[in-house]
């Protein structure tokens, strides 16, 4: 499981079935980089993610989820 | 397909026709069955290839990686072919000198790994799962 999740497919559908073509206009990267986020093939940068939470006028929480993956035992 | 990917293939293409070629050729021509590797004068035009899509922070960052592991594999060949030289020509033929031709031979297999390695490694990112550089 990636450590980010995204819940960019149902915000695209709330916001009246917004493209990915549209969705990647606005937040200024290609379609297919909008594909890969979507299938949590690509973990975006700060900003980007930003980027996109503003293109559904939400916050970045709102769009993206972090799974802190369990902490490994500290050697002896 | 973006414009990354489309170099990426076309490097592999010349690759496989200069190889290709080398190896057919040798058996007729000798030596001069190098001269198919002119063929990477091509990549001089790799700028050109789908310039009209721009790059996003993903393109960006695949092609930082598959430059990263093609210039790795790049050293680590010329690390090996000057290591190979040197056992083949002073530990194994007992010989004193080396022919000059033998560090352009180097520097070819270094263009070929550099280039191949790039284009793998770019072409083997955009299918899995990349993170941004900063996240």
Redesign the interface.
Known sequence: M?E?TNCIRRLRFDNGEMTQQELAVRA???R??II?IEA???????P?AFRIARAFGAKVEEVFEYHEAPPSAPQA | M?AEQKRAWLVLIVTIVSVGGYVVLVPFVGAWAAFTFGLYFLLLFLPLVGRK???????KSIARRGTMAGGLASYLAFVLGCMGTWWVAFAWKGQEQVSVHTMGIIACLGALVFWSVRSIVILVLY?????????
């Open positions: 990636p980010v200024g990267v290609t297919q980089t890969a949590g093939k690509y973990a975006p940068s700060l980007l | 973006s899509q721009p790059a996003d922070e993903r393109d299918g899995r799962h990349v993170e941004a550089d900063d996240a």
